[in-house]
C-alpha cells in the first residue's frame, strides 16, 4: 500500500464513524501520520514536510469539529530537523508519545473522576465516552456499587457501544430512549459525559442532546461532569473563533427522505453546552472548573497568544 492509501484509508474510517470518539480519532490520526512518515521515501527536507502536511489535512477534514484531531496533528508536527531522518524519528516520537500520554489520560481521569461517585450512586452518561466511561469502570472497580443509565444516543446509537462495554465490565445499566432523560434525572445523582471540544471559557461541544441532559440536569439539581483529556480543549477559541458543528447526512436520521417534497432533515452531531451548567471538568491535570479552562489551554497544551494558528 502506498503512503498516502494508508492515510486515505484512515481518513475515511474516521470520516465514516468506523473509528469515532474524539480521544480514539485523535490517537488514530496520530497513527496513521507516524505510519506515513515512517513509508515516506522522500528526496529532501522540503518534500517530507510538504507531503506531511497534505496527509494531516486530509485527516483534518474528517470530522470538522474535534479539536482533538487538530490538537494531535499540531504536536505531532512540533519538531525542527535538520534533515528528513531526523523529521522522521521526530514524528515517530511525537506520534508515540501523544498515544501513550492519550492512554494515561484516560487512566489518570478515571481515577480522578471516580472519587465523585459515591456507593449506591446511579450516574447518567449520554454517547459513548472512553473517558467518561473510565470514571464509570473506575468507581465501579473500587468496590462501589453504582448504577448506569445511558441513553441511545440518537441517530447513530452510541449508547448501544456503550451498553456494551459496561456489560463486559459487568455494571449494572439501564438503556434509555434520549427522550427520556427528563424522566429519570430525579433518580440520577450525577451525570458523566466526554467531550469533544472545551473553549477557552468551560463551554462544552459534546454529542447532540448534551445540552438538553445538561438542562435538565440543572433543573433537577443534578451535579454535571464532563471527562476530557486535556487535548479536548481548543486553543483557536482563546483567539475568539467559534466551533464548528458538524452536521452529517441526513439519511443517517431518516434512510428514505425521497417520499417527501417539503421535508428537509437536519442533522448536526454535537451541540453546545454553556459552562454554567458544568459544575466540573476532570481532565488528566486534575478536576477544575469550567472557568480554569483558559489556565489548561496556556499551560498543558502549551499555547501562545503568538502562535500561529
Ligand atoms: C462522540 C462524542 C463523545 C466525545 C468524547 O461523538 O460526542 O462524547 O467524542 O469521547 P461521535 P471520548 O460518536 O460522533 O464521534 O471520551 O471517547 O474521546
Not at 466540573?280 to 496556556?298: F, H, K, Q
Amino acid at each position: 500500500m502506498k503512503p498516502m492509501d494508508q492515510v486515505l484509508e484512515t481518513a475515511e474510517k474516521i470520516r465514516s464513524m468506523e473509528v469515532r470518539g474524539a480521544g480514539r480519532i485523535a490517537t488514530a490520526a496520530a497513527a496513521s501520520l507516524r505510519d506515513f512518515s515512517m513509508t515516506l521515501e522522500v528526496k529532501s527536507l522540503d518534500e517530507f514536510n510538504a507531503e506531511l502536511e497534505n496527509a494531516a489535512n486530509l485527516l483534518l477534514k474528517t470530522r470538522p469539529t474535534a479539536v482533538s484531531l487538530s490538537n494531535a496533528i499540531r504536536m505531532v508536527r512540533k519538531y525542527k530537523a535538520e534533515d528528513v531522518d531526523g523529521a522522521r524519528q521526530a514524528v515517530v516520537l511525537n506520534a508515540n508519545n501523544f498515544i501513550e500520554n492519550s492512554q494515561k489520560a484516560v487512566e489518570k481521569i478515571g481515577q480522578i473522576g471516580s472519587r465523585r461517585i459515591r456507593d449506591g450512586d446511579t450516574v447518567l452518561t449520554h454517547c459513548n465516552s472512553q473517558a467518561a466511561i473510565s470514571v464509570i469502570s473506575a468507581a465501579h472497580s473500587s468496590g462501589k456499587k453504582i448504577k448506569v443509565i445511558a441513553t441511545e444516543s440518537r441517530p447513530r446509537f452510541q449508547g448501544i457501544t456503550t451498553i456494551g462495554m459496561l456489560e463486559k465490565l459487568g455494571i449494572e445499566t439501564e438503556l434509555i430512549v434520549d427522550s427520556a432523560a427528563r424522566s429519570v434525572m430525579n433518580e440520577v445523582d450525577l451525570v458523566v459525559v466526554g467531550a469533544d471540544v472545551i473553549t477557552a471559557n468551560g463551554t462544552l461541544v459534546n454529542k447532540i442532546g448534551t445540552a438538553q441532559i445538561a438542562l435538565c440536569a440543572r433543573e433537577a439539581r443534578t451535579s454535571f461532569m464532563v471527562a476530557a483529556e486535556t487535548y479536548k480543549f481548543s486553543p483557536k477559541t482563546i483567539l475568539g473563533e467559534l466551533v464548528t458543528i458538524e452536521e452529517r447526512e441526513p439519511m443517517e436520521v431518516l434512510p428514505d427522505i425521497s417520499k417527501y417534497r417539503h421535508v428537509k432533515v437536519r442533522n448536526p452531531a454535537f451541540d453546545v453546552t454553556p459552562h454554567q451548567y458544568i459544575d466540573l471538568i476532570c481532565t488528566e491535570a486534575g478536576a477544575i472548573s469550567p472557568e480554569m479552562s483558559y489556565l489548561i489551554i496556556r499551560e498543558r497544551l502549551g499555547w501562545d497568544m503568538d502562535e500561529e494558528v
